[in-house]
């Protein structure tokens, strides 16, 4: 059944390219079906590599038309050509140069990757390996060039040419064409590079970096766009701003420019000054964004830009150091948008995206290392272990080393490994080198595959006035390798609020957790406390700890730490789901004695806090999803017991704060009139608001469903108008698809409105969904080969519907095996992405698990898959 296993590259394979390159010059002349490019190599031996080795190119469905050396035609001995190399036998042991002429077709890429057209824009995509798709290359990151790209393009067709670093010159070229020349003072690998051509309009400001040099900021968009790109805008603006102050980083060319296309494959990418985003994470307004699209707006406009120090300014030696830009940039920009809005707020919000989608990985057949020591298909190794994890290391070796000693090493980092492709060890070199420590031990975080779990027993001895934390560690697959290095932020809560206890142990709130077991005490304890541990989540861990809802909810009510004030109300809501799962009566309609302290906890925090802190409060009423809970239960999910037993207590607690929560859906609602605001405090008034809609609806359908009806019609915001619609999208019924409807209509022009309208009816946990996702395939906006869509359908379909992906009967599967067929034949990545839904079968009960295993198998044995989907597919069924 399985597919011939791929060749594998190691890390341990390293070793240093046999030629550099130092200068590259390009001349793309632009065609929508015929596009020639010349590159001109200044080519030199490595002195790290082997003296008498032959030029070996790397290509990617190419089309050789013409090859020199040094300005003569190379006999064809000398060389050999195919699409995926060009070698050339014996190449001078000196300086040389080679001209090297091919052909592409940009219409025909379907794939995303290299030169490509979106919505008749050219644009080019490189990382990790598209560069080889527009000329041959040593394309790997530790070959580093200056770039000097000619644009050349009909004037009419593509009036914006754009390229990597500064303009240098423009003019007309003759016969309706016109040409522009890009210079990129920076050295750079070929994944940064980029250019684009089209028909773009523009908005820009000016900047002035610390070290006093101007820049242009620029933000293109498609013709009559521009009024949404005022907020990217701005966002780039912040985001330098805020590296220079936070990290010391300033901007270093004349311009910087940011364009919005419509095909692409990721969020963005950081090619060097002229970032190239997926629209949807470029284009806002009040009318077609939410309020969690403008935070992802901003979010992804500063990693791309943070990028530009590290990643660009610091590149990877080879991609398995991915982590040491992803990890890290996710890190930075997380920072930022806790300084732009609410820290406590922001971090519940990384640690839901971690559970909901790195443990997941971590436990499944598709779990690797944040540095892994081998791939088939690097595109298959962007991940949220390589992302997420990456940035939560990042935050653990600050907590361990402290923030000022942590800056110290940033600085030491960027300085030492300027211009140069780095690895993690560079990276750890510097905090080493900055507080003398040997961070050895810590690395391991890089090596380990799988979320370590800590359990802690407590133990209060009245009349020593002491308590004993034991902690022990343990990692599944790593029972004999020496123990992780854990920050476990911690404190004690007493009934009255923290306690101030001595334990010598415990250094700025944080244990360091170092050995397979220890204990720490706390002296001078006057009453019996409860622990808040894991504070801020401070490190990607699961904590095991018996203990009661009556102490939970103490930490709600009374712990300092927003964080596990919102930990302690999910874990209670976990519990009580759990057990609704496996109970095998039906639940009982009251709240029951369990559920009711748990309710009557939340009316105290609602009364006492609501109104001064929304977004939080709106966290707080968010149960774990239907995800979190099957990754909770581990095994034998059976996913239709979990979404009962979760919209049960969502009814219960509906019905038990009752009337409370009519007030604050008022309370959050503003005067007509109040101007929009996409700022975090406004949005959080919008969450809390839409909170409390969605429990007046799981209590009483109709209520809900009118007041919904109603918000829909008079929404201000596409916040409150979505979600009014995702609060009616789930109850069956005429006002649902009348709304729907209305819905699709308004917006039939608006592909990234549609979007939200395709995900929301993609979740609707009925049986129906199936024959509906299929129906809306044929929907005229629908489009199998645009990413954005592809995602909002059929991704949240597999990703966000485990009723109804993982149905009984397999037509879920079914149905996401044909899509993911289709699309593997026009573009790969993408196939392979959501292929990625089926890495968490294993933990389905056994039918749903058959299902699994047969729709994959049958999958797999018609064969034709791309190296992409069969990389997955192979380890998915290991
Ligand atoms: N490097 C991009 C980022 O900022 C992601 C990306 C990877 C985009 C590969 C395109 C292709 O995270
Ligand atoms: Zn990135």
Redesign the pocket.
């Known amino acids: 059944m399985r597919t011939e296993s791929p060749t594998l590259i190691r890390l341990e394979d390293y070793r240093p390219s046999d030629h550099l390159i130092d200068t590259v010059e390009l001349d793309v002349r632009l065609h929508p079906r015929e596009t020639r490019i010349v590159a001109t190599l200044a080519l030199r031996p490595n002195p790290d590599g082997r003296s008498d080795a032959p030029l070996l190119l790397d290509g990617d469905d190419l089309t050789l038309t013409r090859l020199s050396l040094d300005g003569e035609i190379l006999d064809p001995a000398a060389y050999s050509a195919t699409a995926s190399a060009l070698t050339v036998h014996e190449p001078p042991r000196q300086p040389f140069t080679l001209t090297i002429e091919t052909r592409v077709d940009p219409t025909a890429n379907t794939k995303l990757m290299g030169l490509y057209r979106s919505s008749g824009v050219y644009c080019t995509?490189c990382?990790?390996d598209g560069f080889r798709r527009i000329t041959y290359f040593l394309d790997r990151p530790d070959v580093m060039s200056v770039y000097t790209t000619r644009i050349e393009a009909d004037a009419d067709e593509a009036p914006v040419l754009l390229g990597n670093g500064n303009l240098t010159e423009a003019g007309p070229a003759g016969q309706g064409r016109h040409y522009a020349i890009w210079h990129d003072p920076h050295p750079k690998p070929a994944y940064l590079f980029a250019l684009v051509g089209g028909r773009l309009d523009r908005v820009s400001r000016p900047f002035t970096t610390m070290e006093g040099r101007p820049a242009s900021l620029a933000v293109y968009v498609e013709p009559g766009k521009s009024d949404r790109a005022a907020y990217a805008l701005d966002a780039i603006a912040r985001s330098m701003t805020w590296d220079e102050e936070a990290f010391g980083r300033a901007y270093d060319l004349d311009v910087f420019n940011v364009v919005a296309v419509s095909d692409f494959?990721?969020?963005?990418?950081?090619n060097k000054g002229l970032n190239i985003f997926n629209d949807k994470y470029v284009l806002a307004s009040p009318d077609t964004a939410t309020d969690a699209d403008y935070a992802a707006i901003e979010r992804i406009i500063a990693?791309?830009y943070f990028?530009n120090w590290s990643g660009n300014r610091v590149t990877c030696r080879d991609w398995f150091q991915l982590c040491l830009k992803?990890g890290l940039?996710v890190f930075r920009d997380q920072e930022f948008s806790s300084d732009m809005r609410s820290r406590a707020v922001h971090r519940i919000g990384e640690v839901r995206t971690l559970r909901a989608r790195q443990f997941p990985e971590d436990a499944g057949p598709l779990a690797h290392p944040v540095r892994p020591r081998a791939y088939a298909e690097i595109?298959n190794f962007?991940t949220a272990t390589v992302?997420e994890k990456g940035a939560e290391i990042v935050r653990m070796l600050r907590s361990l080393i402290g923030a000022a000693a942590f800056r110290a090493g940033m600085d030491r980092y960027f300085a030492d490994n300027d211009g140069r492709a780095a690895t993690v060890e560079d990276f750890l070199a510097a905090f080493s080198a900055e507080t003398g420590r040997d961070l050895s031990d810590f690395a391991r975080w890089y090596e380990r595959p799988g979320t370590p779990v800590v359990s802690v027993e407590g133990d209060y001895d009245a009349a020593a006035r002491t308590y004993c934390l034991r902690f022990r560690q343990r990692l599944a697959g790593a029972e004999d390798s020496p123990p992780l290095v854990i920050p476990i932020a911690l404190g004690l809560v007493g009934e009255g609020g923290p306690i101030a206890a001595a334990c010598e142990r415990v250094g700025e709130g944080v244990f360091v957790l170092d050995r397979a077991c220890d204990e720490i005490v706390f002296s001078g304890v006057d009453e019996r406390p409860v622990p808040s541990l894991l504070r801020g989540f401070s490190a990607p861990v699961r904590i095991e700890m018996a203990s009661s809802d009556a102490d939970r909810l103490r930490l709600l009510a009374r712990d300092t730490d927003s964080f596990n004030r919102w930990q302690a109300a999910q874990s209670v809501a976990m519990r009580l789901i759990v057990e609704r799962t496996r109970a095998d009566a039906p639940p009982a309609e009251d709240a029951g004695p369990d559920a009711r302290a748990f309710v009557e906890a939340l009316a105290t925090f609602l009364d006492a806090e609501a109104l001064s802190d929304p977004a939080f409060a709106a966290l707080v009423l968010g149960l774990p999803s239907e995800g979190d809970v099957a990754n909770e239960i581990g095994g034998d999910v059976d996913p239709d017991a979990i979404h009962r037993a979760r919209r049960t207590l969502r009814r219960q607690i509906g019905q038990g704060l009752g009337r409370r929560l009519d007030s604050l859906h008022a309370a959050m609602t503003d005067a007509t009139g109040v101007a929009f605001s996409p700022d975090a405090a406004s949005a959080g008034r919008r969450a809390l608001r839409n909170a409390a809609l969605d429990l007046i609806a799981a209590a009483d359908e109709v209520r809900g469903g009118e007041l919904a009806a109603t918000q829909f019609a008079e929404a201000a915001t596409m916040t409150d108008r979505l979600a009014a619609l995702s609060t009616l999208a789930a109850i069956p019924g005429e006002a649902r698809e009348a709304a729907l409807h209305a819905f699709g209509v308004r917006y039939a022009d608006e592909p990234l409105v549609l979007d939200k309208w395709f995900a929301l009816q993609a979740m609707i946990p009925e049986d129906g969904t199936i024959s509906r996702v299929a129906a809306l395939q044929g929907h005229p906006a629908f489009a199998i080969t645009n990413p954005n869509r592809v995602r909002a359908l059929l991704g949240t379909f597999a990703m966000a519907n485990p009723t109804q992906f993982a149905r009984p009967d397999g037509a879920g599967f079914r149905l996401m095996a044909d899509a993911i067929r289709t699309i593997d034949g026009t573009n790969p990545q993408l196939a392979a992405r959501l292929l990625t839904a089926f890495g968490s079968w294993k933990m389905l009960e056994s039918g749903r698990r058959t299902q699994a295993t047969v729709t994959l198998g049958e999958f797999a044995s018609a064969g034709g898959l791309s190296r992409d989907v069969a990389d997955i597919l192979g380890r998915t069924l290991e």
């Open positions: 995509q990382e990790a494959n990721m969020g963005a990418m950081e990693h791309e990028h992803e940039t595109n962007y992302y």
